[in-house]
């Protein structure tokens, strides 16, 4: 079965540039997707179709799909970002999510 | 704007079957196109996809709980449903529905989650 891969946590220093990895076989043939998760809350789609931002998520998250790794980019990273991050792709009519990578922020 | 609501038992006994409905508001089940599915987590662990249903009719399920899930939609209650039967208490979890548009490839409405918890 597929699967996707995600570093179990990320730290960063506010105002400073976050990186996520997501890791599977050609992941790139496929269209990765993020979301955030916050405690107590439902996840929140902040990237889709590799690269694209939904309404309402701020410029600073952005999202790239290259060979085996997508990447999730958060520029100036602020303290509400502190939170879980989830990959998410399609093999063919199923679903695969990462791990999640939670992003300390410090 | 469209809404989902899980709602359910809280508690299911071992060997049982969980049941559990997710009732879409702001807009009809029906129209357009979408994927309705069901994910859940574990505390503590991450995110993982139960399966879900084409506005179709049509069904995909994890390959892990296939032999276990049924998902159904009710129309006319503009709802959407998700059957687990024999759980065990790895099957406890917060459990979501969500919507995925095809042409997002992604899950842009999620429920707000309910607590399932499989003990005797």
């Known amino acids: 079965s597929y699967e996707l891969t995600q570093p179990p946590s990320v730290s960063v220093s506010p105002g400073q540039t976050a990186s996520i990895t997501c890791s599977g076989d050609?992941?790139?043939?496929?269209?990765a997707c993020w979301y955030q998760r916050k405690p107590g809350q439902s996840p929140v789609l902040v990237i889709y179709?590799?690269?694209k931002r939904p309404s309402g998520v701020p410029e600073r998250f952005s999202g790239s799909n290259s060979g085996n790794t997508a990447t999730l980019t958060i520029s100036g990273t602020q303290t509400m970002d502190e939170a879980d991050y989830y990959c998410q792709a399609w093999d063919s009519t199923t679903v695969v999510f990462g791990g999640g990578t939670k992003l300390t922020v410090l | 704007q469209v809404q989902l609501q899980e709602s359910g038992p809280g508690l299911v006994k071992p060997s049982q079957t969980l049941s559990l409905t997710c009732t879409v508001s702001?807009?009809?089940?029906?129209?357009?196109?979408?994927?309705w599915s069901w994910i859940r987590q574990p505390a503590g662990k991450g995110l993982e996809w139960i399966g879900l249903?084409?506005?179709?009719?049509?069904?995909n399920y994890n390959p892990s709980l296939k032999s276990r899930v049924t998902i159904s939609v009710d129309t006319s209650k503009n709802q959407f449903s998700l059957k687990l039967n024999s759980v065990t208490a790895a099957d406890t979890a917060v459990y979501y529905c969500a919507r995925a548009p095809p042409l997002l490839s992604a899950f842009d409405i999620w429920g707000q989650g309910t607590m399932v918890t499989v003990s005797s």
């Open positions: 249903i084409h506005t179709s009719g049509s069904t």
């Open positions: 702001g807009g009809s089940i029906s129209s357009g196109t979408y994927y």
């Open positions: 179709r590799d690269t």
């Open positions: 050609i992941l790139d043939d496929k269209y």
